[in-house]
T-cell receptor, first 117, second 114 residues
Framework: SAVISQKPSRDICQRGTSLTIQCQVD?????MFWYRQQPGQSLTLIAT?????????ESGFVIDKFPISRPNLTFSTLTVSNMSPEDSSIYLC??????????????FGPGTRLTVT | GENVEQHPSTLSVQEGDSAVIKCTYS??????FPWYKQELGKGPQLIID?????GEKKDQRIAVTLNKTAKHFSLHITETQPEDSAVYFC?????????????FGKGTMLLVSP
């Protein structure tokens, strides 16, 4: 598995501001993922972050709203920009780790609980 | 793209009973099917998974079955305990350009009463 930490664990922010969420993994991984989980809902993939290249965003998510950095193989950040109450969600990072070939398992961090007022 | 349907949305059982959660997927190219358990205030925890070349997998009290023809897979929990109470998510994934993209079901809230 993988040990993943996220900072902050929770925050309450005012609309119009931005928040940067950090994700740290205990060992090097190729792929890191950012998900959003709205209250009582399932997980939706925001983007995939590969070290050394631009993040790949899913439909409905744009870089200006959710800029991502991936400076090395153990760390990534997600920024939620110009926040509105609709951005109130749990934001989760995950990493892919598995055998040398085939499908890889994904492990999740504890999440960042964001409330926008 | 992939679509994953999960049923039921809530499931209440008595301690010691069995629980079954079912999922269907749409993309016949999907080849990996993990199950996650999410307790309140925590991130999802991978509890079991199955690959498309296997029909069934067991790990102590939990098992997963896969029917590729019908494109559905199920989670079975036997001898349920109160600590099994959580939200369970199924997912399906297809390998894409060197990494896997997970599509999740909407989740099942399992409540095990003592």
């Amino acid at each position: 598995s993988a040990v993943i930490s996220q900072k902050p664990s929770r925050d309450i922010c005012q609309r119009g501001t931005s928040l940067t969420i950090q994700c740290q993994v205990d060992s090097q991984v190729t792929m890191m993922f950012w998900y959003r989980q709205q209250p009582g809902q399932s997980l939706t993939l925001i983007a995939t972050a590969n070290q050394g290249s631009e993040a790949t965003y899913e439909s409905g998510f744009v870089i200006d709203k959710f800029p991502i950095s991936r400076p090395n193989l153990t760390f990534s950040t997600l920024t939620v920009s110009n926040m509105s109450p609709e951005d109130s969600s749990i934001y989760l990072c995950s990493v892919e780790r598995g055998p040398g070939q085939g499908t890889y398992e994904q492990y999740f961090g504890p999440g960042t609980r964001l409330t926008v007022t | 793209g992939e679509n994953v349907e999960q049923h039921p949305s809530t499931l209440s059982v008595q301690e010691g009973d069995s629980a079954v959660i079912k999922c269907t997927y749409s993309d016949s190219a999907s080849n990996y099917f993990p199950w996650y358990k999410q307790e309140l205030g925590k991130g999802p925890q991978l509890i079991i998974d199955i690959r498309s070349n296997v029909g069934e997998k067991k790990d102590q009290r939990i098992a997963v079955t896969l029917n590729k023809t019908a494109k559905h897979f199920s989670l079975h929990i036997t001898e349920t305990q109160p600590e099994d109470s959580a939200v369970y998510f199924c997912a399906a994934t297809t390998r894409n350009s060197g990494y896997s993209t997970l599509t999740f079901g909407k989740g099942t809230m399992l409540l095990v009463s003592p």
